[in-house]
């Protein structure tokens, strides 16, 4: 796979037999990414029948097991299948150590047995000589120590580049020795190799090919993972994987040891998730989602304890802030279809600052530090300033976790993996609601997790987890009730369009995340704030809808006083996933706990405004239509994205012709089938056909050649946002998407809105 300039000593060129391999395309799925080749017999071989060739990158995504998912390693697999004999090669150089190619590096070689097996293990141990610790170089650690292992019957070698590489193209071989003069990464190019050698000829039949394969594992350890102002002062924060695992050694023993077991777990989650995706009626959903997933959670580590588990997110490429919740937010359709545990570890840290009072502004804070991985706060106050944006999405994000936190049936269940294991629950009030303490071994499987929620023991948790941080979720309310009917000038999350008075979508998660508190609320049975929230968010979504439309009904506008104007209204999603559109329907359902039942059965009034007050309310409840968010607006939206769309997607709004593929997802996700469709295989064709070919951008043009529109946004772990449609799959009990069948009934027209 190296170039031939590297490998070639062009003093000898003229001596080489060089062929080349017919590359059969790739192969992947969520976990998975498959490259293989055809690679043609030597000259003068007996055979003629060229030998397979297939490198299998492994990066397990395993929703069982936090365990497997906080360890820092990954796999990569060579199989060869053929009638000839064949060497393969492969090194690593120092930048996977540094994102600055003068810095002075050092490695070292070591070999060890592989737990109680007889085989043993080779490993190169690379580090930058004079670490960084917790600093970054064009979005690289500058600190951590690289492991690149495989088996112990691999030849070995470190030495300069442009003698190892040629060296082993001539000869097949390494020679075992190691290079010990420690310089820069690109200061005579050290490198550190493993090679190896199949030998499928020996084959007892040589009419039959044989096959054969080997194994090398990477990680990058770092301990400090990230330093965190938590409750007890500035933290250097361990490794999660730490607290099981009594050294390095110990570890990646476990993990290459593991690959079958975390290999099955993997494919468990991808075949789910390509089952799931071929529901949404566009084919190349299932290949969108199974090539987000790895990026979202590339962008995360897990620390903390087991008993206290905390997941860290970097935003990356955009800035480098450190759990921003903006970020957190679009990301959070991947956490819930997965493993919602990981979405109540990325909120954990955020609430934990701020209610140790660090943070002294009353609205819900952007991120927790300027750059990961120093989550220090902004003691000042002085962060990107987004105060709607943010106590809309952590209400909204709250109100989801505890959601799919109550459920009774394993049908019912938020993740197809929640409701397995145990419904143990630690009632002590010191202790995360949502512990690793005790792993389980199911199936002959170590280190699972126990079921997340699910009966008596989800409500239980539930109220654990609210109660502990309730003056937080009523704090960042009030900010709303004041603040978010009319928003004033202020940045939305695409702070990249500026900010913006009156924002229609920006208004809408607000009054979203007032309605969510109620809910909230109700999960703690304080039913004096179930009523008050509830009222003050049926009034202003009425008066919203007076606001926030276009004079001719036919789509949302950018902002109230913008006529002329139309906006994705991604933020409608949250009202169809936290189950609001079902509200005075027949598919609403009972209060989640049977604690709650009486007055949050009945209607609410909601509350009458003084003749000077701002808001109005909605008809008498007895006359109310069915959902929060009238059905004529989801109808409304739908055939405009229709009218609107582009050849690589759907504008973020009527300003510009780019787009945010999340918010595209998140929109898509509650139209008619038709757009759903049409919206999915857009993005698909713009993944096919143009220029970026980057790691997945979630900005980009939709017209032209569909690059970017300036900022180069890749790697983001905001493209979890493609899980929005199957999430919503599993939302409410499985009726959410149920709930929306009103879209391909022509519509509940514009005649039944009112405003």
Same mark, same amino acid.
């Given at each position: 796979?190296?170039?031939?300039?590297?490998?070639?000593?062009? +003093?000898?060129?003229?001596?080489?037999?060089?062929? /080349?391999?017919?590359?059969?395309? !790739?192969?992947?799925?969520?976990?998975?990414?498959?490259?293989?080749?055809?690679?043609?017999?030597?000259?003068?071989?007996?055979?003629?029948?060229?030998?397979?060739?297939?490198?299998?990158?492994?990066?397990?995504?395993?929703?069982?097991?936090?365990?497997?998912?906080?360890?820092?390693?990954?796999?990569?697999?060579?199989?060869?299948?053929?009638?000839?004999?064949?060497?393969?090669?492969?090194?690593?150089?120092?930048?996977?150590? $540094?994102?600055?190619?003068?810095?002075?590096?050092?490695?070292? /070689?070591?070999?060890?047995?592989?737990?109680?097996?007889?085989?043993?293990?080779?490993?190169?141990?690379?580090?930058?000589?004079?670490?960084?610790?917790?600093?970054?170089? +064009?979005?690289?650690?500058?600190?951590?120590?690289?492991?690149?292992?495989?088996?112990?019957?691999?030849?070995?070698?470190?030495?300069?580049?442009?003698?190892?590489?040629?060296?082993?193209?001539?000869?097949?071989?390494?020679?075992?020795?190691?290079?010990?003069?420690?310089?820069?990464?690109?200061?005579?190019?050290?490198?550190?190799?493993?090679?190896?050698?199949?030998?499928?000829?020996?084959?007892?039949?040589?009419?039959?090919?044989?096959?054969?394969?080997?194994?090398? $594992?990477?990680?990058?350890?770092?301990?400090?993972?990230?330093?965190?102002?938590? !409750?007890?002062?500035?933290?250097?924060?361990?490794?999660?994987?730490?607290?099981?695992?009594?050294?390095?050694?110990?570890?990646?023993?476990?993990?290459?040891?593991?690959?079958?077991?975390?290999?099955?777990?993997?494919?468990?989650?991808?075949?789910?998730?390509?089952?799931?995706?071929?529901?949404?009626?566009?084919?190349?959903?299932?290949?969108?989602?199974?090539?987000?997933?790895?990026?979202?959670?590339?962008?995360?580590?897990?620390?903390?304890?087991?008993?206290?588990?905390?997941?860290?997110?970097?935003?990356?490429?955009?800035?480098?802030?450190?759990?921003?919740?903006?970020?957190?937010?679009?990301? /959070?359709?991947?956490?819930?279809? %997965?493993?919602?545990?990981?979405?109540?570890?990325?909120?954990?840290?955020?609430?934990?600052?701020?209610?140790?009072?660090?943070?002294?502004?009353?609205?819900?804070?952007?991120?927790?530090?300027?750059?990961?991985?120093?989550?220090?706060?902004?003691?000042?106050? +002085?962060?990107?300033?987004?105060?709607?944006?943010?106590?809309?999405?952590?209400?909204?994000?709250?109100?989801?976790?505890?959601?799919?936190?109550?459920?009774?049936?394993?049908?019912?269940?938020?993740?197809?993996?929640?409701?397995?294991?145990?419904?143990?629950?630690?009632?002590?009030?010191?202790?995360?609601?949502?512990?690793?303490?005790?792993?389980? %071994?199911?199936?002959?499987?170590?280190?699972?997790?126990?079921?997340?929620?699910?009966?008596?023991?989800?409500?239980?948790?539930?109220?654990?987890?609210?109660?502990?941080?309730?003056?937080?979720?009523?704090?960042?309310?009030?900010?709303?009730?004041?603040?978010?009917?009319?928003?004033?000038?202020?940045?939305?999350?695409?702070?990249?369009?500026?900010?913006?008075?009156?924002? %229609?979508?920006?208004?809408?998660?607000?009054?979203?995340?007032?309605?969510?508190?109620?809910?909230?609320?109700?999960?703690?049975?304080?039913?004096?704030?179930?009523?008050?929230?509830?009222?003050?968010?049926?009034?202003?979504?009425?008066?919203?809808?007076?606001?926030?439309?276009?004079?001719?009904?036919?789509?949302?506008?950018?902002?109230?006083?913008?006529?002329?104007?139309? #906006?994705?209204?991604?933020?409608?999603?949250?009202?169809?996933?936290?189950?609001?559109?079902?509200?005075? #329907?027949?598919?609403?359902?009972?209060?989640?706990?049977?604690? /709650?039942?009486?007055?949050?059965?009945?209607?609410?009034?909601?509350?009458?405004?003084?003749? $000077?007050?701002?808001? #109005?309310?909605?008809?008498?409840?007895?006359?109310?239509?069915?959902?929060?968010?009238?059905?004529?607006?989801?109808?409304?939206?739908?055939?405009?994205?229709?009218?609107?769309?582009?050849?690589?997607?759907?504008?973020?709004?009527?300003?510009?012709?780019?787009?945010?593929?999340?918010?595209?997802?998140?929109?898509?996700?509650?139209?008619?089938?038709?757009?759903?469709?049409?919206?999915?295989?857009?993005?698909?064709?713009?993944?096919?056909?143009?220029?970026?070919?980057?790691?997945?951008?979630?900005?980009?043009?939709?017209?032209?050649?569909?690059?970017?529109?300036?900022?180069?946004?890749?790697?983001?772990?905001?493209?979890?946002?493609?899980?929005?449609?199957?999430?919503?799959?599993?939302?409410?009990?499985?009726?959410?998407?149920?709930?929306?069948?009103?879209?391909?009934?022509?519509?509940?027209?514009?005649?039944?809105?009112?405003?």
């Amino acid at each position: 796979m190296a170039r031939l300039a590297d490998v070639l000593d062009r +003093r000898e060129e003229p001596s080489y037999n060089i062929s /080349f391999p017919t590359y059969l395309g !790739a192969h992947y799925d969520a976990s998975t990414t498959n490259l293989s080749y055809l690679i043609p017999a030597p000259e003068l071989s007996a055979s003629s029948t060229p030998v397979e060739l297939t490198i299998s990158f492994l990066s397990p995504i395993t929703p069982t097991s936090t365990l497997r998912q906080s360890i820092p390693a990954s796999y990569m697999t060579v199989h060869v299948s053929g009638d000839f004999d064949v060497n393969i090669y492969v090194d690593i150089n120092g930048q996977w150590v $540094s994102g600055d190619r003068g810095s002075q590096i050092v490695w070292e /070689f070591s070999e060890q047995e592989l737990g109680n097996t007889d085989k043993g293990l080779k490993t190169w141990k690379i580090r930058r000589e004079t670490e960084l610790l917790l600093s970054e170089e +064009r979005d690289r650690a500058e600190w951590g120590t690289f492991y690149f292992t495989g088996p112990s019957d691999l030849g070995h070698e470190a030495g300069v580049s442009g003698r190892v590489r040629p060296r082993f193209a001539r000869t097949g071989s390494l020679q075992n020795e190691i290079d010990h003069d420690f310089r820069g990464i690109m200061e005579e190019e050290p490198i550190f190799a493993f090679a190896k050698s199949f030998h499928l000829s020996s084959s007892k039949s040589l009419s039959k090919s044989s096959s054969d394969s080997v194994m090398f $594992s990477f990680a990058l350890i770092q301990n400090p993972v990230t330093q965190f102002a938590s !409750a007890r002062g500035l933290t250097f924060m361990r490794p999660l994987w730490a607290s099981w695992f009594s050294s390095v050694e110990a570890l990646l023993d476990f993990h290459y040891l593991d690959y079958t077991t975390a290999a099955g777990l993997a494919s468990n989650y991808s075949a789910q998730l390509a089952i799931d995706a071929d529901t949404s009626g566009a084919d190349d959903y299932v290949d969108v989602v199974a090539l987000t997933a790895r990026q979202v959670l590339g962008a995360t580590v897990f620390s903390g304890t087991p008993e206290d588990p905390i997941l860290f997110l970097k935003e990356i490429s955009s800035n480098g802030n450190f759990q921003t919740i903006d970020v957190i937010f679009p990301s /959070f359709p991947f956490f819930l279809y %997965t493993n919602p545990r990981w979405l109540a570890y990325l909120l954990e840290p955020l609430i934990e600052h701020m209610l140790s009072g660090q943070y002294p502004n009353k609205y819900a804070m952007h991120d927790l530090g300027t750059h990961f991985p120093n989550a220090t706060g902004h003691a000042d106050g +002085r962060d990107e300033y987004m105060p709607v944006e943010e106590c809309g999405n952590i209400l909204i994000m709250g109100l989801a976790l505890v959601n799919s936190l109550i459920y009774d049936t394993t049908a019912a269940a938020g993740s197809v993996w929640s409701s397995l294991g145990s419904d143990s629950f630690d009632p002590n009030p010191s202790t995360s609601a949502f512990s690793l303490a005790k792993l389980e %071994t199911r199936d002959g499987v170590f280190g699972l997790d126990d079921s997340w929620g699910g009966s008596t023991k989800g409500v239980r948790q539930a109220q654990k987890w609210v109660t502990k941080s309730y003056r937080l979720w009523k704090q960042w309310t009030s900010y709303l009730i004041e603040f978010s009917l009319r928003p004033h000038l202020q940045l939305s999350t695409d702070d990249f369009a500026g900010p913006l008075e009156l924002q %229609t979508n920006l208004a809408l998660k607000g009054i979203l995340g007032i309605k969510a508190m109620s809910q909230i609320a109700e999960a703690v049975d304080n039913q004096e704030d179930v009523k008050y929230y509830k009222n003050i968010s049926d009034a202003y979504v009425s008066k919203w809808t007076e606001y926030g439309i276009s004079r001719d009904g036919t789509h949302a506008k950018l902002a109230y006083h913008w006529y002329g104007s139309w #906006t994705t209204l991604y933020n409608l999603y949250a009202d169809t996933l936290l189950c609001f559109h079902l509200e005075n #329907t027949p598919l609403s359902s009972s209060p989640k706990n049977p604690r /709650f039942a009486g007055e949050t059965q009945q209607q609410q009034k909601p509350l009458t405004p003084s003749p $000077s007050d701002d808001r #109005t309310h909605p008809p008498p409840s007895g006359n109310r239509p069915p959902g929060f968010v009238p059905r004529s607006i989801y109808t409304m939206q739908s055939n405009w994205y229709a009218a609107v769309l582009q050849k690589y997607g759907l504008p973020l709004d009527s300003r510009h012709l780019y787009t945010k593929s999340d918010w595209e997802f998140f929109a898509a996700a509650v139209t008619a089938a038709p757009t759903r469709s049409k919206i999915l295989t857009s993005v698909a064709r713009w993944l096919n056909e143009t220029s970026t070919d980057r790691p997945f951008t979630d900005l980009y043009e939709t017209e032209g050649t569909g690059g970017w529109p300036g900022a180069h946004f890749m790697a983001r772990p905001v493209t979890g946002g493609h899980f929005a449609f199957l999430t919503l799959a599993k939302a409410c009990g499985g009726k959410a998407r149920e709930g929306l069948a009103f879209l391909e009934e022509g519509g509940e027209g514009r005649g039944e809105s009112y405003y």
